[in-house]
């Protein structure tokens, strides 16, 4: 859990991120007083792309206050595309350097009068539209558990700093698993809220106007009772009285804290994208967990809607990230052919369908796969339909988090060489061996604005994980 402590002045530093190969660009990061572990870290891996100097002077502010807000002393990471005064949100672009932002986006302003100290920017892939996490002008950033294999993304450089003790808590965004591959890449949590309940204010998106799959926002920490403690800060008057859009509804603490048995829907495949083995044992083993603990889990069937799609518009006249190539030939297709691809069945009715069929079967929370373990570096853009698994509740809207539960083993791999997908095509093709050792993660959802509750489920599945754990 987050604990509020605060940085000693251990002297300033000066460094240069690795990895970009923009012709002409140069980007710094300078002084780094009171966070040499992210240094270290960013040394490493390459996941900060610029330092929020500003954090400075804010420390001694925060020492001299008499009230401990509940953030009071904690450094925090930022994503790139969430405005913080004074510095770019690149979004991974060339033209959107030295474009410093007027002020600070709605989620950062709340985080720093609960005592906060956004302290970084991170890392992200070219146009936020990858979960990788490269871009022409930061670089590649590694997963810090194998520097073969990607951190994930759109928030992957969060991941990243947080995985390697960089960061213990950060901010970052979601429009089809941003927040959530991340944190099962690097085996951390992560949770993103419904589309309404935080604030995006001062977040900068990469598809103006799209509404298909819903923007969320939300935290990543190493455990869920630190997500629960930053949304319990972020929920607060500041925010409802910044952005008067955001529901004024704070923190249901007696939900969060209930201990009643819970109905539990699960689903070890989409019927679209089919999981790998690691996958599916950690959907089956947490299943079993939750039963043996006293929970109702029953199998729900999942199809998705057959045209599931998002038109995404890219820049013209960018350089062009190689890892998002396949991604950008989608992309520069003619018009008539993305309007074609971008259009979603009847959204509105299948929401209405879905939230039907969990009425029916009197859920609480559902349980599935999310997609994993963390892929070779520039494997993603070969893989985007795997999203599958996590853009549908960015269609729906539902508030979706992250748990680690287990790891690749031995008997994975080796089940890999049977590997059969859903329609055998080249998507179903191109799985590859993973590694020995690396996280794998269950996918916690709840209905929309219970936050709470899929908060709630997300600590019963971290509880019951470390028990069985302790006891091998």
């Known amino acids: 859990m987050v604990r509020a402590t605060f940085c000693s002045d251990v002297g300033s530093f000066r460094t240069q991120p690795g990895g970009g190969v923009l012709s002409g660009v140069t980007v710094s990061l300078t002084g780094f007083v009171c966070f040499p572990k992210a240094l270290q870290v960013t040394k490493e891996i390459n996941c900060v792309t610029d330092y929020l100097q500003e954090s400075e002077s804010q420390l001694p502010q925060v020492k001299r206050q008499e009230k401990k807000d509940l953030l009071y002393g ?49 890392n992200v892939p070219q146009s936020l539209l990858s979960y990788d996490c490269s871009n022409l002008i930061f670089g590649q950033t590694v997963n810090p558990l194998d520097h073969t294999k990607t951190p994930g993304g759109s928030s992957g450089g969060e991941g990243a700093l947080i995985s390697s003790g960089g960061s213990i808590l950060g901010i970052g965004t979601d429009v089809g698993g941003s927040l959530r591959i991340p944190a099962a890449f690097c085996g951390i949590c992560s949770l993103k809220a419904t589309g309404g309940r935080l604030s995006k204010k001062g977040m900068v998106s990469s598809i103006p106007g799209q509404k298909s799959a819903v923007v969320g926002i939300g935290p990543m920490a190493r455990d869920v009772d630190s997500l629960a403690l930053c949304m319990r800060a972020l929920l607060c008057d500041d925010m409802f009285r910044l952005d008067p859009t955001v529901l004024p509804v704070p923190f249901n603490e007696e939900v969060f804290s209930s ?41 729900t069937i999942i199809h998705l809607p057959n045209k599931l799609s ?54 609480d929370v559902m349980l599935c796969p999310v997609v994993g373990p963390a892929f070779q570096i520039g494997f993603p853009g070969k893989l985007s339909v795997a999203a599958s698994y996590t853009i549908l509740y960015n269609y729906l809207d539902f508030p979706a988090g992250v748990v680690p539960v287990t790891t690749v083993t031995k008997e994975d791999e080796e089940e890999l060489k049977t590997y059969r997908g859903h329609y055998n095509d ?10 020995v ?23 019963e599945v971290e509880t019951l994980t470390q028990r069985k754990q302790r006891n091998l």
Request: hydrophobic residues 40%.
């Open 426 to 435: 080249w998507w179903d093709k191109v799985f590859v061996k993973v590694s």
């Open 74 to 122: 904690v450094p925090v990471s930022i994503k790139d595309s969430i405005n913080c005064k004074g510095h770019d949100s690149t979004l991974g672009l060339a033209k959107r350097l030295n474009q410093p932002a007027a002020e600070d986006g709605v989620v950062v302003q709340v985080l720093k009068r609960q005592g906060a100290l956004p302290f970084v920017k991170t």
């Open 310 to 363: 998002v038109l995404f518009s890219f820049s013209k006249g960018e350089p062009e990230d190689p890892n998002i190539k396949q991604l950008l030939l989608l992309c520069k297709a003619p018009g008539w052919l993305r309007s074609l691809l971008s259009w979603v069945v009847k959204p509105i009715e299948y929401c209405r369908e879905f939230i039907a069929e969990w009425r029916k079967l009197d859920l």
């Open 259 to 299: 201990s009643r048995p819970l109905r539990v829907g699960y689903y070890d495949t989409d019927s679209f994208t089919m999981p790998g083995p690691s996958m599916r044992r950690a959907v089956l083993e947490t299943k079993q967990l939750l039963e043996n603990a006293g929970h109702t889990v029953l199998i």
């Open 437 to 459: 050792g690396l996280p794998v993660a269950v996918q916690c959802v709840a209905l929309p604005w219970q936050e709470e509750l899929c908060l709630r489920f997300m600590k």
